[in-house]
């Protein structure tokens, strides 16, 4: 049996919620209509009004539904250091974890030629310009240790020596709290060749 | 670092999915906004859509749009024979699955007294006006093998024995491909309880 239209419809837009398949999605959908319509009605609310109003922040990039974001118009940070990401995401998580007070720029992702990202649809040509007003004294690569993150970071901070400007990176190793005989092998032989004098 | 009030908002409406925690939360309203903004304004109105249209059958009720739902209004089902289950998704999954032709009756969920689910709560005052009409022959209880939908059963069949209406309960045992090593204990004693010549 096939659910009535508006059900299979409500089931469909659901899986657009990432890791959200056939079966959570109809689990949702009975779970909304049946016990939380209040719930499904703020929901439908806070979507439409998010979509409509939440934009990529004019310097940065990040979202924002002010234009400029909180960050790139708090003047108390400090203005020559810049933390460059690949995700929304990552400025929460560094703005929770760390202390560090500097400005972030907010790639829309990483380099990943085979899927069409070059430099420009991440937003490196902002970046440029970014560096050349010559504000920027750091650059912190803060993007994901992984192949396209490696590689991301690469092309920025060949970007920075172009322009004088310091580029660093962030530790990679083994995590705080990990034990060394579950670390996977690229983890551990990062953190060997990256060993640092006590 | 707070995201922004609408992100919040956002955030903080999507955890009325089930199963949706603060993490996923935050993974789902980024990706939205980041990567599927289509996405995220068709759910927003597949949600008001459906919250305004979607209501209860009011003879068996299930959920439907029309009023009458499409099973109830179809003359071609067998009119003496009534399926009751715990929830719509259970109508869908027998309808998917079996070769059951005949009407059903969705209850509101299962006699739980210390919720606070009565009787009444879960429409088995509906169910006994409906038997008293006197063309039902057959009740099949097919609540959830469960204390509470165990409870349920029992409940309508000694509504349906009051009115000389046959009460049948669907077969519960070791599950077809199962294997009895694995299979836990209460099941197996059932289906020693349960077994049947052959």
Redesign the interface.
């Known amino acids: 049996?096939q659910?009535?239209p508006?059900?299979q419809?409500?089931m469909?837009?659901?899986r657009?919620?990432?890791?959200v398949g056939k079966k959570?999605a109809?689990?949702?959908?009975?779970?909304?209509?049946?016990r939380?319509?209040q719930?499904?009605?703020?929901?439908?609310?806070?979507?439409?009004?998010?979509?409509d109003?939440?934009g990529n922040c004019t310097i940065c990039q990040t979202?924002?539904?002010?234009g400029i974001?909180?960050?790139c118009s708090d003047e108390r940070r400090e203005q020559q250091i810049l933390c460059v990401v690949e995700?929304?995401?990552d400025?929460?998580a560094i703005?929770?974890a760390t202390s560090y007070k500097g400005l972030y720029f907010v790639l829309?992702g990483r380099l990943s030629p085979l899927d069409g990202l070059g430099p420009a649809e991440i937003g490196l040509d902002k970046l440029a310009e970014r560096i050349k007003l010559g504000e920027i004294k750091e650059i912190v690569l803060a993007t994901n240790p992984t192949i396209e993150g490696e590689a991301t970071a690469h092309y920025i901070s060949e970007m920075a020596k172009k322009h004088h400007v310091k580029a660093t990176r962030i530790a990679h190793g083994v995590p705080f709290g990990g034990e060394l005989e579950y670390i996977d092998s690229g983890t551990l032989s990062h953190a060997f060749s990256g060993r640092s004098e006590v």
Chains 1, 2 share one sequence.
């Open positions: 049996m659910a009535e508006i059900l419809q409500l469909q837009a659901l657009c919620l990432p890791g959570s109809q689990r949702m959908a009975f779970h909304l209509l049946e939380d319509r719930g499904a009605f703020q929901l439908a609310q806070s979507l439409a009004e998010a979509v109003k939440v979202l924002t539904s002010t974001c909180s960050l995700t929304p995401v400025v929460m703005e929770g829309n």
